[in-house]
């Protein structure tokens, strides 16, 4: 009967997993080094930032004169885009779609600005996504309470729990069951995006969630869905729902 | 448009160890990858770091393609007069970025 004991505990283990109370959550932060912590803390040394300048810039550019630039419908980012990061993803009014944030970015660009939207992973998109994520810093995420957003958390979370791709992993047989303990040589984190876009060592550059995930899935050994898929945006919008009570980072830096 | 991340103290007492530290954003393209068609992707790396104190150049770098994108350098010198730290990056395609920094010494 040796064999019960360990079965026993890992599906205590996964019993427990999803259920994190606000004290028990931690920041993929917190699972690194500490030179890593360093440098995502020192702006002048979190190579993120080099992108949130140029997300300013972004902000301002007024490059052709029929368009509006972002600053000015929307004024200084400091104050107007203080916490938009937390409302994201969230319910486009007009077309009923869920949109995650650089999804508005490139809406707003297509029917305030009569411009093209930019293509996803563009160091432009990242940019402008990061500077406008950067003015939540330090704030606590509080998810919507957006009652039509429930269906598309709970699609996220069915996603989340789902058994995909030729190894017949989830994202919960990992970062619910054994978040702190070890991958190969990588510690798994508890998978809450507080820092996003952020900056991958590994990528040596700025990256967004749907790439995390996107690279979660390769590694799992199924098809990713592609950019901008709504179950991509989906499991964004669980995965901020389930991150309630942590800070945003952005721009993180991670290994 | 490249952007730079420059740390240097704004003040400094005569004779103080300072540690500088410099950031450029660049891709470092290594020239040794493909892209998705099959072709080598051209080496573009910034090959040359140097900082000017006064004028005067006080450390330079040649850096090399194993060397990561954005790349960080941190050094330390000594604070002797106050006036303007330059620092200059240059690539394979003979950009040259610059940028200062004024120190004040005290």
């Not at chain 1, 996964?14 to 028990?24: M, N, R, V, Y």
């Not at chain 1, 050994?221 to 952005?250: C, D, H, V």
């Not at chain 2, 573009?44 to 060397?67: S, V």
Request: aromatic share 8%.
């Amino acid at each position: 009967m040796g064999w019960r004991l360990p079965l026993l505990a890992a599906a205590a283990l996964l019993l427990s997993g999803g259920f994190l109370q606000a004290d028990e959550k931690k920041s993929g932060f917190d699972f690194m080094a500490p030179e890593t912590q360093a440098m995502q803390e020192d702006d002048l040394s979190n190579p993120g930032m080099l992108s949130i300048a140029e997300g300013e810039a972004l902000w301002q550019a007024r490059d052709n004169p029929h368009r509006a630039a972002c600053a000015q419908c929307h004024g200084e980012a400091r104050q107007s885009m203080r916490g938009a990061a937390m409302r994201y993803p969230q319910i486009d009014k007009r077309s009923g779609q869920l949109i995650d944030l650089q999804g508005r970015i490139n809406l707003c660009r297509q029917e305030k600005q009569s411009a093209p939207p930019f293509a996803f992973e563009s160091p432009a998109l990242l940019a402008l996504t990061a500077y406008v994520a950067h003015q939540s810093r330090g704030q606590v995420i509080a998810p919507s309470q957006d009652a039509k957003l429930d269906r598309h958390r709970q699609n996220g979370q069915a996603l989340f729990e789902r058994r995909l791709g030729q190894l017949g992993l989830s994202c919960a047989a990992c970062h619910d069951a054994f978040p702190g303990q070890r991958l190969g040589g990588s510690i798994i984190p508890q998978a809450h995006p507080t820092a996003y876009p952020l900056y991958r060592l590994e990528w040596q550059a700025l990256g967004s969630l749907q790439r995390r995930l996107r690279n979660c899935m390769i590694g799992m050994r199924a098809e990713p869905f592609p950019y901008g898929a709504q179950e991509l945006i989906e499991l964004e919008a669980y995965l901020m729902s389930r991150a309630k009570g942590l800070k945003i980072e952005t721009p993180g830096v991670r290994p | 448009m490249t952007r730079a991340l420059i740390n240097v103290p704004k003040q400094a007492r005569a004779g103080e160890i300072i540690e500088i530290k410099a950031m450029i954003a660049h891709v470092m393209e290594t020239g040794y990858r493909r892209d998705a068609g099959g072709s080598a992707i051209e080496r573009n790396i910034i090959n040359r770091f140097t900082c000017f104190y006064d004028g005067a150049e006080i450390f330079a770098a040649e850096l090399f393609p194993a060397i990561s994108a954005n790349p960080f350098i941190a050094f330390s010198t000594i604070a002797t007069k106050s006036g303007a730290i330059a620092f200059a990056w240059t690539d394979d395609k003979g950009n040259t970025e610059t940028t200062t920094a004024e120190i004040k010494v005290v």
